[in-house]
């Protein structure tokens, strides 16, 4: 008798069947894969408005007001993504949310002008958006300049850029605060973290694909009696509330402005590139450049629609990445499940208040592993990368080194141009640019075609994966 298809569009054995990236699991399985996804990346896209609207001089509940659209937006973000339409959408596992690259630009061009700060980051927001979505089907050419040394690179710098976030959730989340770094705090995160490890260790199937958020459940319960969960999110939140469309009014267009989101713009599809074309490594399906266009037009799409719900500038989760390759849960309709969570969340803030009540350092522990997972995956492909042929290991020493520079001395370029810093204050950003600029001087000028180390050799790619969509560089 043939066997019982695991998914519900998978054929029965010996006939064809889907790639997993498209295949749809039974609802429940769906939701709660989705919900992990969402759990892995709340903190991520409520700290941005978290930071910029105290900055510009909004109230505590308007604050709150930007969390839900942010919510709301980065829903809408994710379904272009995963589900897409026409050339819009990576069609990938592929999660998008507010980008961190626009904090500090944002925070400057707002700071203390209340709505009228808003209404002014609202409008470059858009513009950049624009002018990026117009720059995609050119952009996405660039997919040539990112070999195995190239995006084996960057995941990792990816995943080690992303785990001091992890370490700060650990510690509590805020330096301001009395308990931060604390005893309770770190011990809270370390058992997570065991808790975690010993859920994959213990169980089979599902339930150790649902790992991280059955840890992130049993963490929270811990923390109960602990002292460190704060159930006042939920006493505090509407049941109801729509992010009503320029609620701190009409979007207004300053050149400074819009000069400065341009630039983050950029940043963003620089770094949802070399997030597309890890993802890709990971569940078997490489981003070519149709691929990257798509996901690039989906960005930026997201990214000019995000104002008009009073929502920030979308980009790549690379910590989701983390999620997929260490759940191996692949399908791209999981994630969109995930982005229909984020909607009702936007929409029924008491609903996302539930998840707000996750401890930090509860996050921190479990993130420790999703971050670890992205730079694993990293390493792989770089085990793909022929370092041993030509200058490919210099070109990965000094891209992860200059790569590192924002995280090991914070303070490094504390006297370049403010302007220079949303490039150089992130790591993923300069060692992308640092990587392709030594691969194109070591690998690509001045190399005769058949010279030894060719990079059109040493980069070629690996075997296509299995019939069951086994990912080549895929964490285990």
């Not at 810093?421 to 194109?440: E, H, K, R």
């Amino acid at each position: 008798m043939a066997a019982k298809p695991r998914f519900r569009n998978e054929a029965v054995a010996g006939t064809d069947r889907r790639h997993p990236v498209d295949e749809t699991l039974p609802p429940l399985r769906m939701f709660t894969s989705g919900l992990q996804h969402v759990a892995a990346m709340y903190a991520g896209v409520v700290a941005p408005p978290m930071i910029v609207g105290p900055a510009v001089g909004l109230t505590a509940k308007e604050t709150a007001f930007l969390m839900g659209a942010s919510l709301f937006t980065a829903g809408i973000a994710t379904l272009l993504q995963t589900l897409g339409f026409w050339r819009i959408g990576a069609r990938l596992p592929f999660v998008n949310g507010v980008s961190f690259a626009g904090v500090t630009p944002m925070v400057a061009i707002g700071k203390d002008r209340g709505h009228e700060g808003i209404a002014v980051i609202f409008g470059a927001i858009i513009v950049a958006s624009l002018l990026g979505f117009v720059l995609a089907p050119y952009f996405c050419k660039l997919v040539r300049f990112f070999p195995p040394v190239v995006t084996g690179t960057v995941i990792t710098l990816i995943g080690v850029s992303l785990l001091p976030v992890a370490f700060n959730w650990s510690q509590g989340g805020s330096s301001t605060a009395d308990d931060y770094g604390s005893m309770t705090n770190i011990t809270m995160a370390a058992a997570t973290l065991a808790i975690v490890l010993a859920l994959r260790k213990l169980l089979r199937g599902f339930l150790q694909q649902i790992a991280i958020l059955l840890g992130l459940v049993i963490g929270t319960l811990i923390a109960i009696p602990v002292g460190i969960t704060d159930f006042s999110p939920i006493k505090d939140a509407d049941v109801v509330g729509f992010p009503t469309p320029f609620a701190f009014g009409a979007p207004q267009f300053e050149i400074a402005a819009i000069i400065s989101m341009c630039i983050v713009m950029l940043v963003c599809m620089t770094e949802s590139t070399a997030d597309m074309l890890a993802l890709g490594r990971i569940v078997g399906r490489p981003a070519d450049e149709r691929t990257i266009e798509g996901g690039l037009r989906a960005d930026t799409l997201g990214s000019a629609v995000s104002p008009l719900f009073n929502g920030f500038m979308c980009s790549a989760f690379a910590q989701n990445i983390g999620l997929v390759a260490m759940t191996k849960v692949r399908s791209r309709f999981v994630v969109a499940a995930g982005g229909g969570i984020l909607i009702v969340l936007g929409l029924v803030p008491v609903a996302a208040s539930v998840i707000a009540i996750v401890p930090l350092p509860v996050l921190g522990g479990a993130g420790i592993v999703l971050f670890g997972s992205v730079a694993a995956s990293g390493i792989q492909t770089l085990a793909t990368a022929a370092l041993e042929k030509g200058e490919n290991a210099l070109i990965v020493a000094a891209a992860v080194g200059i790569g590192l520079i924002p995280i090991a001395a914070p303070q490094f370029y504390h006297a370049f141009p403010e302007d220079l810093l949303v490039v150089l204050d992130s790591g993923i950003s300069t060692g992308c640019v640092v990587a392709i600029l030594l691969n194109l001087a070591f690998n690509h000028v001045g190399r005769r075609p058949d010279a030894d180390g060719d990079p059109e050799a040493e980069e070629a790619p690996g075997p296509e994966p299995a019939s069951k969509g086994v990912a080549p560089v895929a964490v285990h």
